[in-house]
């Protein structure tokens, strides 16, 4: 089998992220809601996560490190912060819908600015264009769907020109692309722990340069008297038991994308994207590329065969891609994709050149099979 | 003698303690005994040597938001600072 899915959740993994899992579940108890060995080693343990993950985003207080269950939650939380019916939000035309449909349930007056792929400069232009108007915005770091990495640098800075709070979507960029919570100075960064961080399903970090409402109420292991969550980050925001198990996992995964490199890590998965986009072209097939600004993800269209069909044919043979419209109608839309949607190859850290090789073989055999058919 | 600094929040206590023992200080991390929590549910520093340059430097850094309690021997804690 070849993995080319990891945009949705990584598969490989260090075998550190499994062994300390399992070890979790041996040993630690629920952190804050004891005094004695196994609650303390909890507890341990997801301060030490805190800790890897403030160092890795450059935050300078690991108590700005919320767990979530995954980036959607991130960014319900981040959402429901700063958005109220009526609120002004910018957007970018390449977002996911775990962004517009809690700005839709929030009743807020979007504005979506820069629709073009891989085109950074219209992005800034419609950017500043349109910030004037807004009161917030939230933008990915990359499209999901198509790789295409925004300038999300500059649009922080104009976002603070125009005193406009910005929630940032890191979900692709985190572990591969540099997040930097000091430079860009947003509201909120919400990421999930199971895709560039390497770390299990049901894990997820909200970097909070805010102080935010809290999405659920209860169990924080501090101030049990009163019958409001705690004031202070995280636990402000941190309701009920934390997946401990999970956040072990996500520890060591952390750990190793700081000891590789995101550096390291994305001119691997640039190197295996070129390999793609070299074995595929020439073939009839409709590849989404951008002259550099690509992360390790590849969209194409065959014009013969449906993206969904093809996945499937391709699953059968042992690769697994997804195909569709990867919960992101808007980037489609914005990409003149919606109506068919796209196949997408997105690579990991642990792929090698020969294993994108060997699936873009089987694809254009596949694809030349039902051409002939 | 033991003192007892007294915080909020686990995850502000544990702010504290790496500060402290880059500092230099031997500690533990324990629940705050249920007669010094008014809200419940506390956790704290214990440090057994005298604990006033601790909480000056937790003053210094934005730490400080609780209290130090201090004990000798089995006596109950009794409240130093503030």
Same mark, same amino acid.
């Given at each position: 089998m070849i993995y080319l899915d990891s945009a949705a959740t990584s598969l490989y993994r260090p075998p550190a992220v499994e062994r300390a899992i399992v070890r979790a579940m041996r040993t630690l108890a629920n952190p804050g809601r004891g005094g004695h060995v196994p609650a303390m080693r909890a507890a341990e343990t997801v301060y030490a996560c805190r800790e890897e993950a403030a160092a890795l985003f450059h935050v300078p207080d690991p108590s700005r490190i919320v767990f979530t269950m995954n980036a959607t939650h991130g960014l319900n939380l981040a959402i429901h912060s700063l958005v109220r019916p009526g609120t002004k939000v910018l957007i970018s035309g390449f977002e996911h819908n775990a962004v517009t449909r809690p700005l839709h349930a929030a009743g807020a007056d979007l504005k979506v600015a820069g629709r073009k792929l891989f085109d950074p400069a219209e992005m800034l232009a419609s950017w500043e264009a349109a910030l004037s108007w807004a009161e917030v915005a939230v933008c990915t770091c990359v499209s999901n769907a198509f790789g295409y990495v925004l300038p999300i640098g500059e649009i922080a800075g104009l976002c603070r020109n125009f005193g406009v709070?910005?929630?940032?979507?890191? &979900?692709?960029?985190?572990? #591969?692309?540099? *997040?930097? @919570?000091?430079s860009l100075q947003a509201a909120f960064i919400a990421m999930p722990g199971h895709k560039g961080l390497l770390g299990p399903q049901g894990t997820g970090i909200l970097l909070c340069g805010e102080e935010g409402v809290p999405l659920m109420q209860g169990g924080s292991g501090a101030e049990s008297r009163l019958q409001t969550m705690p004031e202070l980050l995280p636990e402000h925001l941190e309701?009920? /038991?934390?997946? *401990?198990?999970? #956040?072990?996992?996500?520890?060591?995964?952390? $750990? @190793?994308?700081?000891?590789?490199?995101?550096? /390291?890590?994305?001119?691997?998965e640039q190197m295996l994207l070129?390999?793609?986009?070299?074995?595929?072209?020439? $073939?009839?097939?409709?590849? +989404? /590329?951008?002259?550099?600004?690509? &992360?390790? *993800?590849?969209?194409?269209?065959?014009?013969?065969?449906d993206c969904e069909e093809l996945a499937s044919r391709l699953s059968d043979r042992g690769v697994c891609v997804r195909a569709g419209l990867h919960c992101a109608p808007l980037a489609h839309e914005s990409a003149g994709t919606l109506e068919c949607?796209?196949?997408?190859? &997105?690579?990991?850290? +642990?792929l090698s050149a020969q294993d994108v090789k060997k699936a873009c073989e089987i694809l254009v055999e596949t694809v030349e099979e039902a051409k002939r058919n | 003698? %033991?003192?007892?600094? =007294?915080?909020? =929040?686990?995850? %502000? !206590?544990?702010? !504290? !303690?790496?500060?402290?023992e880059r500092a230099g200080y031997t500690l533990s991390i324990r629940r705050v005994p249920p007669d010094l929590s008014r809200s419940g549910c506390g956790y704290a520093i214990t440090i057994r040597k005298s604990a006033y340059d601790a909480v000056e430097l937790l003053k210094n850094s934005g730490l400080w938001t609780g209290k130090l309690f201090r004990r000798e021997g089995e006596e109950p804690f009794r409240e130093v600072l503030p």
């Open positions: 709070k910005l929630i940032v979507d890191a &979900s692709q960029a985190a572990g #591969i692309l540099t *997040v930097d @919570y000091e309701a009920g /038991t934390l997946n *401990v198990c999970g #956040i072990a996992g996500l520890l060591e995964g952390i $750990r @190793y994308v700081r000891e590789r490199g995101e550096a /390291t890590i994305l001119r691997h070129q390999r793609a986009v070299s074995e595929l072209s020439g $073939r009839g097939l409709e590849l +989404f /590329t951008g002259e550099e600004g690509q &992360s390790g *993800v590849l969209s194409l269209r065959c014009p013969w065969m949607g796209t196949l997408r190859m &997105s690579f990991s850290p +642990f | 003698m %033991q003192y007892l600094i =007294t915080f909020k =929040t686990l995850t %502000q !206590a544990q702010r !504290a !303690a790496r500060l402290l």
